[in-house]
């Protein structure tokens, strides 16, 4: 932040009585991680904030500290609404737009409350007092921490803000293994070390935490279902309704399979097509890559969504089957990028 937009938080957290923090839908670590650790700095301004998700988070997130205080939309939504219309104060962590609150988004952008955005997405799109867009920041939790330093406040916090703050940095690089190059990011590290967290516990308990259906369904995934479009470079899988009954899915199963077949040599492209567990027509897609090929910008054009330049998601209102066949146009659509010719 310049030296205004500092002395703008300030004044905003101090002059704030009632103040609310929420994130996007499906939250993930950095949404999170970025929402508990700029609560428990705000609570050591003297303040009792309230952080509202929108709906279920991972069960493998559930250890990090306070989570048991976050309000549920999705399931308390009288009280989150009224949390929201009463609040004069309400952080907006990892999301550029309120569409991506889902249900909640009509409450938020009614609310009188001024708002401030963090996040590291390209495209802010929400009115705010102050917006804080990063997109070159691995993470939102990574803005928090620096935000927190400039303010001076870091060294009065403790492991409720360093461990998920460090929690959202490692899953939003998958364990530190892209968009993570900056030597600042591993400063931030080192300092939230200082705080006592066990680095290696974390880790554990976000990738080595999965149930035996959970570890099934990834064999699964690679056995039967992985589609592999050599000459492209690229990959994709679907999962079925039947599939995830098959397997007992619950929220967050899922989760890092999107990432498994980029490990074959030569690979740039891996995309995840996944039936909603309600809707016929809803098919929820991920995209992952490496190097510079832009997942990004493949999102946008096919999958109504968006997201980071080796990280992204979107949704297709189609059966699955028109979903592989939209994903299929895709790859030939891109197909110089993805054999590396342009």
Sequence with gaps: ???????????????ATSIVL??????????????????????????????????????????????EKIVRYDKHTERADLLLKSADLIFCLDFNTALRTDKMADTLLASQAKKVMIDHHLGPDLPTVLTISRPQASSTCELVFRLIWQLGAFEQLGKHFAAPVYCGMMTDTGGFTYNSSDPEIFFIVSQL????????????????????NRLRLMGYVLYEKLVVDSAR?????????KDLKRFHFV??????????????????LSVSLREDSERDDLVWVSLRSVDNFPCNKMSEAFFNGGGHLNAAGGRLYCSLDEAVRITQQAFLQFESMLKGTS
Excluded at 251 to 268: R, Y
């Design 233 to 241: 470079h690229a990959s994709y899988f679907t999962l079925t309704r």
């Design 22 to 67: 929420c994130c996007h839908q499906n939250p993930d670590g950095d949404a999170l991680g970025s929402c508990l650790g700029m609560a428990d700095y705000l609570r050591s301004q003297g303040k009792e904030p309230v952080v509202i998700v929108p709906d279920q988070y991972p069960d493998y997130l559930q250890w990090m500290p306070n989570t």
């Design 1 to 15: 932040m310049n030296e205004s937009e500092c002395s703008l938080l300030r004044s905003l957290v101090s002059d």
């Design 193 to 212: 070390l200082t705080k006592g967290i066990n680095k290696d516990k974390i880790y554990r308990n976000v990738f080595h935490n999965y149930s035996e």
């Design 251 to 268: 929220k967050g199963d899922a989760e890092g399979l999107v990432n498994l077949p980029l490990q074959m040599k030569g690979h740039k």
